[in-house]
């Protein structure tokens, strides 16, 4: 993935090195004196601003006025010409928010990416905030993929948010969240990101590794709650409504007593034809477990996707080599999970919620 544009010709245009209001083109290293270097990361002062534009109202030519003053004979024509568009040498108001980095901070990142081309965000932010400045993580330029929503959908989304806005914390901490996941044997589902120059893509340093066989994924189905993470289980072949009743049969009550949920737990899944189906219906009503009506095309309602992320970043970094070990470290990752991050995402429901809400019943942030 490239971070540059198509022009760039450093890592200075990854985070906006030598952003100001006099844009500089670089001389020579035989030709630029320290001082021009300096002029290339800061504003010229007004005073030495109003003595170039006098020079040149006297007759003085851009080169000359350049070799006398010192100033690039670039920067000589883009404060004329700023003088004759604007009538002014002063700093105009700009467009935007001013740079939260300073020039040596993002120097620093710059090294960093140069150092490790697959260091990551939030790697970049706490080296910036071990230099005392603090920044936020980007945006990765990627679309986010979200479920397509029907005006029926938004409509039931926005009744189900406000049916349960005001849910008591106990309600919450009640419910036993559930849902799937792919995780594949090399790393997040394949994808990896690196931070690189144009025309660098085949670099080793910008490459992973695949193979050819041995490969492959596993399906998980899991259970949490606001107690913690309950069970985890590999889902062989391919589901059905009789394994997922298998599934729930095995390891359903069985995580909500590990839990301690009590026998008033509710039940939440989303509307796959599986979880719907009669077999699936009969059983959670043979076995009283009260389901939460939940509506359709809303992973982003259930907080167990970030346990889901949690757990592919934790595993791909212990490297598992086959399928078997992979299922293995997936099991330990997920009970290492803390009880306080299952908290914290359980208490992010009814932000979910007011979320849907404000966005009239559409995709939301989470």
């Given at each position: 993935?490239?971070?540059?544009?198509?022009?760039?010709?450093?890592?200075?245009?990854?985070?906006?090195?030598?952003?100001?209001?006099?844009?500089?083109?670089?001389?020579?290293?035989?030709?630029?004196?320290?001082?021009?270097?300096?002029?290339?990361?800061?504003?010229?002062?007004?005073?030495?601003?109003?003595?170039?534009?006098?020079?040149?109202?006297?007759?003085?030519?851009?080169?000359?006025i350049?070799?006398?003053?010192?100033?690039?004979?670039?920067?000589?024509?883009?404060?004329?010409?700023?003088?004759?568009?604007?009538?002014?040498?002063?700093?105009?108001?700009?467009?935007?928010?001013?740079?939260?980095?300073?020039?040596?901070?993002?120097?620093?990142?710059?090294?960093?990416?140069?150092?490790?081309?697959?260091?990551?965000?939030?790697?970049?932010?706490?080296?910036?905030?071990?230099?005392?400045?603090?920044?936020?993580?980007?945006?990765?330029?990627?679309?986010?993929?979200?479920?397509?929503?029907?005006?029926?959908?938004?409509?039931?989304?926005?009744?189900?948010?406000?049916?349960?806005?005001?849910?008591?914390?106990?309600?919450?901490?009640k419910?036993?969240?559930?849902?799937?996941?792919?995780?594949?044997?090399?790393?997040?589902?394949?994808k990896?990101?690196?931070?690189?120059?144009?025309?660098?893509?085949?670099?080793?340093?910008?490459?992973?590794?695949?193979?050819?066989?041995?490969?492959?994924?596993?399906?998980l189905?899991?259970?949490?709650?606001?107690?913690?993470?309950?069970?985890?289980v590999?889902?062989?072949?391919?589901?059905?409504?009789a394994?997922?009743?298998?599934?729930?049969d095995?390891?359903?009550?069985?995580?909500?007593?590990?839990?301690?949920?009590?026998?008033?737990?509710?039940?939440?899944?989303?509307?796959?034809?599986?979880?719907?189906?009669?077999?699936?219906?009969?059983?959670?009503?043979?076995?009283?477990?009260?389901?939460?009506?939940?509506?359709?095309?809303?992973?982003?309602?259930?907080?167990?996707?970030?346990?889901?992320?949690?757990?592919?970043?934790?595993?791909?970094?212990?490297?598992?080599?086959?399928?078997?070990?992979?299922e293995?470290?997936?099991?330990?990752?997920?009970?290492?999970?803390?009880?306080?991050?299952?908290?914290?995402?359980?208490?992010?429901?009814?932000?979910?919620?007011?979320?849907?809400?404000?966005?009239?019943?559409?995709?939301t942030?989470?």
């Amino acid at each position: 993935m490239s971070l540059f544009g198509k022009n760039a010709t450093s890592f200075s245009h990854l985070i906006g090195l030598g952003h100001t209001p006099v844009y500089i083109r670089p001389y020579s290293s035989q030709c630029m004196s320290e001082q021009m270097r300096k002029m290339r990361i800061k504003e010229l002062p007004e005073k030495l601003r109003d003595r170039i534009v006098a020079r040149h109202r006297s007759g003085q030519g851009y080169k000359k006025i350049s070799a006398a003053l010192k100033v690039p004979k670039s920067t000589v024509a883009s404060i004329i010409l700023k003088w004759k568009t604007f009538g002014t040498t002063r700093t105009l108001p700009r467009a935007g928010h001013p740079a939260k980095l300073s020039y040596r901070g993002r120097r620093a990142l710059v090294r960093e990416v140069k150092k490790n081309p697959k260091i990551t965000v939030a790697e970049l932010q706490r080296c910036s905030r071990e230099m005392g400045e603090s920044c936020r993580k980007s945006t990765i330029t990627a679309a986010r993929r979200k479920p397509l929503l029907s005006a029926r959908h938004m409509k039931t989304r926005m009744e189900f948010a406000k049916k349960h806005l005001k849910d008591s914390k106990m309600v919450r901490n009640k419910i036993l969240w559930s849902d799937e996941t792919k995780i594949e044997l090399l790393g997040l589902n394949s994808k990896r990101y690196v931070w690189r120059k144009p025309g660098t893509a085949h670099h080793l340093s910008n490459t992973v590794p695949t193979v050819k066989h041995g490969g492959g994924s596993i399906m998980l189905w899991g259970y949490f709650s606001a107690a913690g993470t309950g069970r985890l289980v590999a889902i062989e072949g391919k589901m059905n409504a009789a394994k997922y009743r298998d599934i729930l049969d095995e390891n359903l009550l069985q995580s909500a007593q590990d839990l301690r949920l009590g026998r008033r737990f509710t039940f939440q899944q989303d509307n796959d034809p599986k979880h719907t189906a009669k077999i699936t219906k009969e059983w959670l009503h043979n076995n009283s477990v009260t389901v939460l009506e939940w509506p359709s095309q809303s992973p982003d309602l259930n907080p167990i996707e970030h346990l889901w992320r949690d757990l592919k970043m934790a595993v791909h970094q212990r490297l598992p080599s086959n399928l078997t070990e992979l299922e293995r470290i997936c099991k330990e990752e997920w009970q290492r999970i803390p009880k306080s991050r299952c908290e914290k995402l359980v208490a992010s429901f009814p932000k979910r919620l007011m979320a849907v809400l404000d966005q009239k019943g559409a995709s939301t942030k989470y």
